[in-house]
């Protein structure tokens, strides 16, 4: 059964998961909602991305429509989510990529307009979190639920592998992160005027950052609550970040295990998903790649049998979208 995807915000997430939506074999796209475009400028948006590429195929805007390759999608303009009508284009799941409906109470003013779920493209204070690969067959049938964030979805799969067959006493991550929309090409006074380091330009700084996400590990492997945390370092690429995970283990193992552990789950159990490499690689090496998570073997290294840093990559746009459709097409028929 194909999948009948919303997506409110055609923002960078909005667009890579149409993208990504109009890719799968069981799901497709037929409603979007921004109040800030129109679908002209839309349709412009979606084909040409100055990161992933032109898309290979037709896109025009045609009435109210965006069509993709004949695959004809309502255009909403609505700054409301109760009165966007999902209902009338049997959307059944929507993707809330705006990043201002995060909060599980707003997310469900989707469900007025008749959505049947909400899939919240970034962490939720408060609705139930999913990583695919991780603990999404712990999903229950709730109807706002939360893909957590792309690093989130990195370092989970990395994390339960190493706690599954090692043990994870404690541990920091940092993510040497790709900029995103939030920061500002030039100097200029900080979106939201919290972190002034925010405000220096993106083009020209490596810029110290919060992050929630490994501390939202704990909420995805309860086993992990409290003993991971860490931050970002913002750089001057456009796309593709890595996760530096330094960890203390329960149980000793060489460097040659630990690799051959996250190796063996990237070839069964987590493959799609997870993904390994000794090569030489670069960021750039990672663009467009689907998977979550790619350990770096030969970047990382062991101090002793009992403190491991494990190197992963992932590109933060695509593989996070890909991520998101994979789990709605997962909890459709649960």
């Given amino acids: 059964m194909t999948v009948k995807i919303g997506i409110n915000g055609f923002g960078r997430i909005g667009r890579l998961v149409c993208r990504a939506a109009l890719k799968h074999n069981d799901a497709t796209v037929v409603a979007v909602n921004d109040p800030f475009l129109t679908v002209e400028y839309a349709a412009y948006q979606f084909k040409y991305d100055s990161t992933h590429g032109v898309w290979d195929g037709e896109v025009k805007a045609d009435g109210d429509c965006l069509v993709v390759d004949g695959v004809r999608i309502k255009f909403f303009a609505e700054r409301d989510p109760t009165q966007i009508q999902w209902g009338s284009v049997e959307a059944e799941t929507v993707c809330e990529s705006t990043g201002v409906f995060t909060a599980e109470e707003k997310a469900k003013m989707h469900l007025t307009g008749g959505a049947k ?12 979190m999913y990583v695919m690969g991780v603990n999404h067959t712990d999903y229950q049938g709730a109807t706002i639920l939360s893909n957590a964030s792309c690093t989130t979805n990195c370092l989970a799969p990395v994390a339960k592998v190493i706690d599954k067959n090692f043990g994870i006493v404690e541990g920091l991550m940092t993510t040497i992160h790709a900029a995103t929309a939030t920061q500002l090409v030039v100097d200029g006074p900080a979106k939201g005027g919290k972190d002034w380091r925010a ?6 700084n490596l810029l110290p950052s919060s ?3 490994a501390k939202a590990v704990g909420k995805v492997i309860p086993a992990l609550q409290g003993k991971l945390t860490g931050m970002a370092v913002r750089v001057p690429t456009p796309n593709v970040s890595l996760v530096d995970l330094t960890v203390r ?6 460097g040659e295990q630990m690799m051959s552990a996250l190796k ?4 069964g159990e987590m493959e799609g998903i997870l993904g ?7 960021s750039q090496d990672f663009l467009g790649d689907k998977r979550s998570s790619i350990v770096d073997g030969s970047a990382c290294i062991h101090l002793n049998d009992n403190f491991h840093k494990v190197i992963a990559w992932y590109d933060n ?5 890909n991520r998101l459709i994979d ?4 909890i459709s028929d649960k």
């Fill in 199 to 204: 405000g220096r330009s993106s083009l020209s």
């Fill in 276 to 282: 390994f490499t000794t090569d030489a690689v670069a």
């Fill in 327 to 330: 789990l709605a097409v997962y």
């Fill in 211 to 213: 992050t929630g996400a």
């Fill in 117 to 128: 779920r909400v899939i919240i493209s970034a962490p939720s204070p408060d609705a139930p």
């Fill in 264 to 267: 063996e789950a990237s070839e």
């Fill in 317 to 321: 746009e695509w593989g996070y979208s």
């Fill in 249 to 254: 283990t329960k149980e000793g193992c060489s």
